[in-house]
Nanobody, 124 residues
Framework: QVQLVESGGGSVQTGGSLRLSCTAS????????MGWFRQAPGKEREFVAS????????YYADSVKGRFTISRDNAKNTAYLQMNSLKPEDTAVYYC?????????????????WGQGTQVTVSS
């Protein structure tokens, strides 16, 4: 079992930045692929970014490319989502997800573990 805890959410104005953290416990973090998803009110959960275990390959939704960066620090058992140039449409609850080994990066059902989510609100 892996437990994921997100932090770093909050309220910012358009153009601001936030860094989300996802700290894992329970198993060696380095063997997991990590992903970030988000869900806005009244909308389905959508893919944001992912990093594939062992390959270091990253994927991003078109809507966040060039603004968001996913990274990880295996020594700290933590994944990050740096979010810059935030827009009101980025407002959502952000979730981190994990799967042992390789994952279909954009498919939420392919991930085995999920955090509780952290709210990000961007005001205009």
């Amino acid at each position: 079992q892996v437990q994921l805890v997100e932090s770093g959410g909050g309220s910012v104005q358009t153009g601001g930045s936030l860094r989300l953290s996802c700290t894992a416990s329970g198993r060696p973090f380095s063997s997991y692929s990590m992903g970030w998803f988000r869900q806005a009110p009244g909308k389905e959960r959508e893919f944001v970014a992912s990093m594939i275990y062992g390959l270091g390959i990253t994927y991003y939704a078109d809507s966040v490319k060039g603004r968001f960066t996913i990274s990880r620090d295996n020594a700290k058992n933590t994944a990050y989502l740096q979010m810059n140039s935030l827009k009101p449409e980025d407002t959502a609850v952000y979730y981190c997800a994990a799967k042992s080994g390789v994952v279909a990066p954009t498919i939420s059902t392919d991930y085995d573990y999920w955090g509780q989510g952290t709210q990000v609100t961007v005001s205009s």
